[in-house]
């Protein structure tokens, strides 16, 4: 018996999310099934990180245990013509039989993209979330700073999760804002006040040991409000204090996040 890691990207537009449910298509549900027909054998992967329901990654991982003779560098390639074109394994190798993904220190970065024009794109729709309002990045910046460190981050969970203690690590939080090339926004004139103020995708790029349920959506959601004014910078001290999830924004879309990677120490 071998342990096999496979890390794996997907479009997650059309699944219910990564972890298996009834009556529904999941990640996790389609690896299963193309592991069973390249194995024969009944296969349940372990995954890192359970995405939620339009979620997308760059390199979720999992492993899973199997008796093949198949080398495990070759069965990315095979698993990838056995798999739907919106999921798809990156890389394929074997690890020692007890690493177990959940269990291992390690650092996760999400990102989460904004579309900051007078209309929106049909192109960008599906990775992104788009707002029309006048955004300050650079209230977002000064809002994100707090966040980062060891904090107790209830008033960013999700209602439903069940977790022994909300306290985690932020290691870092970036604003990042890209200009897009007249080709994707032709709405924008260059001559005007307002010129670079519309036509960016704004990106919030969180890396922390672990997260909560919903808890980058739920950063972005306020960042967003606070970069829009609907919210202060010192709200974000307020939420720190009392741990109230009535006190933080709204949870941002699934479209406009991805997992972006995760390293292993």
């Given at each position: 018996m071998k342990r096999i890691l496979l890390r794996v990207a997907y479009d997650g537009t059309e699944y219910s999310g990564w972890q298996v449910q009834p009556n529904a298509v999941t990640i996790e549900g389609e690896l299963n099934k193309a592991l069973k027909d390249l194995l024969g054998e009944e296969i349940q992967v372990i995954g890192a990180s359970r995405t939620d329901a339009g979620v997308h990654s760059l390199g979720n991982v999992c492993v899973f245990d199997t008796q093949s003779p198949i080398p495990a560098e070759k069965m990315s390639y095979a698993l990838n013509t056995r798999l739907p074109e919106d999921i798809r394994v990156i890389e394929s190798k074997e690890v020692e039989v007890d690493f177990h993904p959940r269990h291992c220190d390690s650092v996760k970065t999400y990102e989460y993209r904004i579309w900051n024009d007078k209309f929106p794109s049909p192109t960008l729709r599906l990775y992104s979330h788009f707002s029309y309002?006048?955004?300050?990045?650079?209230?977002?910046?000064?809002?994100?700073?707090?966040?980062?460190?060891?904090?107790?981050?209830?008033?960013?969970?999700?209602?439903?999760?069940?977790?022994?203690?909300?306290?985690?690590?932020?290691?870092?939080?970036?604003?990042?804002?890209?200009?897009?090339?007249?080709?994707?926004?032709?709405?924008?004139?260059?001559?005007?006040?307002?010129?670079?103020?519309?036509?960016?995708?704004?990106?919030?790029?969180?890396?922390?040991?672990?997260?909560?349920?919903?808890?980058?959506?739920?950063?972005?959601?306020?960042?967003?409000?606070?970069?829009?004014?609907?919210?202060?910078?010192?709200?974000?001290?307020?939420?720190?204090?009392?741990?109230?999830?009535?006190?933080?924004?709204?949870?941002?879309?699934?479209?406009?996040?991805?997992?972006?990677?995760?390293?292993?120490?």
């Open positions: 309002r006048d955004i300050d990045a650079d209230k977002m910046r000064e809002a994100a700073a707090k966040l980062v460190g060891e904090h107790d981050f209830g008033a960013f969970c999700g209602a439903g999760s069940q977790v022994e203690t909300t306290v985690r690590t932020i290691y870092s939080i970036e604003i990042l804002e890209d200009r897009l090339e007249a080709a994707v926004s032709n709405q924008v004139d260059i001559t005007s006040d307002n010129a670079g103020k519309f036509g960016r995708m704004i990106r919030i790029r969180v890396t922390g040991s672990g997260f909560l349920y919903n808890m980058v959506r739920i950063i972005a959601g306020t960042l967003l409000d606070i970069g829009t004014g609907l919210m202060e910078v010192s709200d974000i001290d307020k939420c720190l204090e009392t741990c109230d999830r009535s006190d933080a924004g709204p949870t941002a879309p699934a479209c406009g996040l991805t997992m972006i990677g995760i390293q292993f120490k």
